[in-house]
């Protein structure tokens, strides 16, 4: 069912935001008018089912408006409803009839009233508009039928026969493709809001535990105390963590994809696997010996994984069978793929199965069937941002009271694949720093850059804070000398990446450190000095990013 327009017509932004709350579970189109002159211009570019106008307005009142309105020839039957709190007697109200309103509603409104009232004008204007063109549709087959009838009856029929089939297939493929389209741009725009909010919730969270682990290590010797600071520590891991699942939906973490042995991988998390299912769970694996090797992010599989056996757990509570399946993919890939080589991983449950509602909002975030607390509605949607960012994609079969098959579908490593870059082993190549540094920490979050300063500071570091690029660039053009720099990748006017080319090409010698919140940061090609960390970061984290800047690049004289 097509929306139609309604025209809300006040001029208190207040009450047009009620109207709107009101009928907003109607899923018309909504367009607001503050004024007269404002909803003539939308009745001149908009088709217009319903309009509801409120009687006392400023500069022209609403029945002024509606004279106006039902002088213009498409508008002479459109539905008028009237608002009014006041001039509600009966002379009042044949004025406003006459006028043209086909009914009024008194305020303070009903929501019930108002929505059911508006309900019945739009779904009149629909079926109105329904039946001309159903009108004009069968004025025109009636045309073309008598001509072709003139020509030959039994062709006519053959004719008839075949354009409804067209028809017919030609409206269900384009009801798949809006289907697919919708669900494609709402999960993109969810990914993009929930990215943002990982972000901001990385750095509240950056300056809440470093804030206590440094708080942490003043306290006196106080048990309780020690235990609710730990406590609160823990609280903001778990935050942490929750933070990484949103990016990971919102495609928006880091991958590090290398060639992968899945059955090499699956044996080494087995045992952690198995215990996460808990006894009564029987588990079998089904595992060819001649699996390729995957692309993927090694530790991001192994997270996948341990969703999905914990959703699998959950959804046979009285115990059942577990099936981890992996063979390369013959014939063509799943539609949504490019032409290519892939394994299907399969995770499959004898547990009670969803329905076919259920099934089809299973991959939303926050989307979750398990009783509150026991779910974020995120280990789905984590393993399906998995399986897209890695160039795959994720499949659902499930039948109510038959269990669940959850497939993915991964890129084959081809040869020459990226293996993982060693890291430095800095137990032999920095030796414990001597003296303390002189520290440019550059952040545009006030609370990150003085957690991020506090921790170097307890180090037995100097700082010196800096709330943008252009800031951190002034402060370096001044003179004053600098061991190091510390910022963030996400700032206005310039980022963390630009600011480290910049300094990079002026200042030889001084390393840069990029923290971000996203936990990704753009092409780095050409910065094989430039080191980075995720936010919320420890203060470990921290000291151990340091000596390793100075070991890939040592400090400025």
């Known amino acids: 069912m097509n929306p139609v327009n309604i025209l809300l017509v006040d001029d208190q932004p207040a009450k047009l935001m009620s109207y709107e709350v009101v009928l907003q579970d109607l899923g018309e189109n909504l367009i607001k008018a503050q004024s007269g002159r404002e909803a003539l211009e939308h009745l001149l570019r908009n088709e217009i089912a319903v309009i509801l106008v409120d009687v006392c307005m400023p500069e022209q009142d609403g029945f002024e408006l509606v004279s106006m309105i039902r002088e213009h020839p498409r508008y002479q039957n459109t539905a008028i409803i009237f608002v009014s709190a006041i001039m509600m007697a009966e002379p009042d109200r044949l004025r406003g009839y006459a006028a043209g309103a086909v009914d009024y509603v008194a305020v303070p409104v009903v929501p019930e009233v108002l929505r059911a009232k508006v309900r019945v004008f739009a779904d009149l204007y629909r079926k109105s508009r329904e039946l001309e063109r159903l009108n004009v549709d069968l004025e025109n087959r009636v045309r073309e039928r008598t001509d072709e009838l003139e ?66 290590k003043r306290l006196p010797e106080d048990g309780k105390s020690e235990r609710l600071v730990e406590n609160a520590i823990q609280a903001a891991e778990r935050g942490a963590a929750l933070t990484q699942r949103l990016l990971a939906f919102a495609r928006r973490q880091e991958l590090k994809p290398q060639a992968v042995d899945f059955l090499d991988l699956f044996q080494n998390v087995e045992e952690l696997l198995s215990r996460a299912l808990g006894p009564g769970i029987d588990t079998r694996k089904r595992i060819s010996s001649a699996l390729p090797p995957l692309l993927v992010d090694r530790n991001q599989l192994e997270l996948a994984l341990l969703n999905l056996f914990v959703n699998a757990r959950d959804a046979m509570p009285g115990g059942g069978s577990l099936v981890v399946s992996a063979e390369e993919e013959p014939g063509t890939p799943p539609n949504n793929l490019k032409a290519g080589r892939y394994v299907r991983l399969s995770v499959s449950d004898s547990g ?17 069937t398990k009783g509150q607390g026991k779910g974020t509605g995120l280990g789905l949607s984590m393993v399906h941002g998995l399986a897209a960012q890695s160039g795959g994609t994720l499949g659902l079969e499930s039948k109510l009271g038959m269990g669940t098959t959850v497939s993915l579908w991964l890129p084959v490593a081809e040869d020459g694949a990226a293996a993982p870059t060693p890291t430095p082993d800095l137990h032999h190549e920095a030796a414990p720093l001597h003296r303390g540094l002189t520290i440019l920490v550059v952040d545009d979050d006030p609370l990150v850059s003085m957690g991020t300063s506090a921790m170097l500071e307890d180090l037995g570091h100097a ?66 000095e430039l080191l980075r960390m995720t936010k919320p970061f420890t203060q470990v984290q921290l000291q151990t990013t340091v000596r390793r800047a100075l070991v890939v690049r040592p400090p400025a004289s």
């Open 151 to 216: 020509a030959s009856a039994s062709q006519l029929r053959q004719l008839n026969e075949e354009l409804e089939v067209r028809i017919n297939q030609r409206t269900r493929e384009r009801e798949a493709a809006l289907a697919q389209l919708f669900e494609a741009q709402k999960l993109d725009t969810v990914g993009q809001l929930t990215g943002g909010v990982a972000h901001d919730f990385n750095n509240l969270l950056m300056a809440i535990l470093g804030s206590l682990q440094l708080l942490k």
């Open 352 to 368: 009670e199965g969803m329905d076919e509602a259920t099934l089809a909002r299973a991959a939303e975030p926050f989307f979750t």
């Open 463 to 528: 700082t010196v804070e800096a709330s943008s690029a252009a800031a951190a660039l002034e402060i370096l053009d001044s003179g004053q000398r600098f061991d190091l720099v510390v910022s963030d990748q996400a700032m206005p006017g310039m980022t963390g990446v630009e600011l480290a080319r910049l300094i990079f090409s002026s200042y030889p010698g001084l390393p840069v450190i990029i923290a971000s919140g996203y936990s990704e940061l753009p092409d780095d090609d050409g910065l094989p």
